[in-house]
């Protein structure tokens, strides 16, 4: 079969979707050596991505994501290589392109929360994009000959907002954690310097879209800091425009005890985890739990809003709270830093935990489904 794959979220610039891309393209050239695969990347992780297979090559798709650009000239290019398959990673996948193709769905976070503060554009123009992302999503989902959920409560998801989509044509591929397992030659009074960071310190890494809910816990960080003044909740994250809005209401509030170091090499955070007394995930709404999962594998104990993928892809490994509510995330911190031997039942708990999941795994059960796609209509 000739495969190709949609990288264009290959690596670093595509944040979640761009791990998940590349830990799939890299996992499939360990566990297949029949199929050939066109890789499609953009000039920017172009240089990134090193064949390792013999039977993967690399194609560049300079298209940026959600544009014209990317809806006309993508679907030409895709013909050129006569493949068998393609699998977009992401939901955003050409209207005209008419091929057969697997899609993966991460969660439907831009339907389920439509709101203006999670875009920088005007509302007419946000409206306007947010009906052409109902459109693209649908159309992916209802043309797909299979679809992927990284989640059972991602399928489950996807079955209640599209009920006529089969039940049998969604399968759930978990994704995984690396163990980044770093010799840093740095010395945390260096990291500190680097990045700003004092201890003691609980962790938030990633965006701070409204989904993931920083506001409430920053005003529960103002209340913990009554009991634990020297403790500093650390964001690490690239700035953008929600890390300016996320600034200016700690400006408001005068709060003082928020450390923004910016982005963060991989290098580096395994060490700025392994130095914090517990990671802080208070998102609403996910379709799977991969940051929280990466702190496990360190060695670093989970706080988390309780919600149905929380639960289902950490269980009993993390301690929880209610997401909407300041005063139960500021319960939560405090017990956690509290009490020594809870934090040590979930580090060894959290340990577990990340060992279930595998991303051989889950680019093998990917391969059956690209087999079992060659045989569909």
């Not at 389920?112 to 005007?122: H, V």
């Not at 580096?268 to 007394?277: G, V, W, Y």
């Not at 379709?287 to 269980?315: D, N, Q, T, W």
């Amino acid at each position: 079969m000739r495969i190709g794959i949609d990288a264009r979220f290959f690596g670093p610039i595509g944040k979640g979707l761009g791990r998940y891309t590349q830990k799939l393209i890299e996992n499939l050239e360990k566990v297949d050596d029949t199929n050939e695969y066109f890789i499609f990347l953009k000039a920017e992780n172009f240089d990134e991505y090193q064949p390792k297979n013999k039977n993967f090559q690399k194609v560049l798709a300079n298209y940026r994501w959600y544009t014209f650009a990317e809806q006309i000239k993508m679907p030409f290019l895709l013909r050129k290589y006569k493949l068998d398959l393609v699998h977009f990673p992401h939901f955003n996948v050409p209207l005209l392109y008419f091929g057969k193709f697997i899609v993966t769905i991460h969660d439907l976070i831009l339907l389920r929360f439509p709101t203006i503060r999670s875009s920088t554009l005007s509302p007419l123009a946000y409206w306007f994009k947010f009906m052409a992302y109902k459109v693209v999503i649908n159309l992916a989902i209802r043309r797909a000959c299979t679809i992927i959920g990284v989640s059972n409560f991602t399928k489950n998801d996807i079955l209640k907002k599209y009920p006529k989509i089969l039940k049998e044509k969604i399968f759930v591929t978990y994704e995984a954690c690396d163990d980044f397992c770093f010799f840093n030659p740095k010395k945390y009074e260096q990291l500190s310097a680097l990045y700003g960071i004092i201890r003691p310190y609980i962790l938030y890494v990633g965006n701070v879209y409204p989904h993931k809910n920083p506001e409430r816990l920053i005003l529960a960080t103002k209340e913990v800091a009554k009991e634990f003044p020297e403790l500093k909740l650390v964001f690490v994250g690239g700035e953008d425009y929600f890390y300016r809005r996320l600034k200016e209401l700690i400006r408001k509030q005068n709060i003082q005890n928020i450390i923004f170091s910016g982005f963060v090499p991989d290098y580096d955070l395994d060490a700025i985890f392994r130095n914090s007394l517990a990671y802080i995930r208070p998102s609403l709404h996910e379709g799977f739990e991969l940051p929280a999962l990466e702190a496990m594998a360190r060695g670093v104990p989970v706080v988390a809003a309780e919600y149905e993928c929380s639960k289902e892809i950490l269980g009993d490994s993390a301690y929880y709270f209610d997401g909407e509510d300041i005063s139960d995330i500021a319960r939560a911190i405090k017990e956690i830093l509290r009490n020594e031997k809870l934090r040590d039942e979930l580090i060894k708990k959290g340990y577990d935990q990340a060992k279930k999941y595998s991303w051989k795994r889950m680019a093998q059960k990917t391969l059956e489904l690209y087999q079992s796609a060659k045989n569909k209509i």
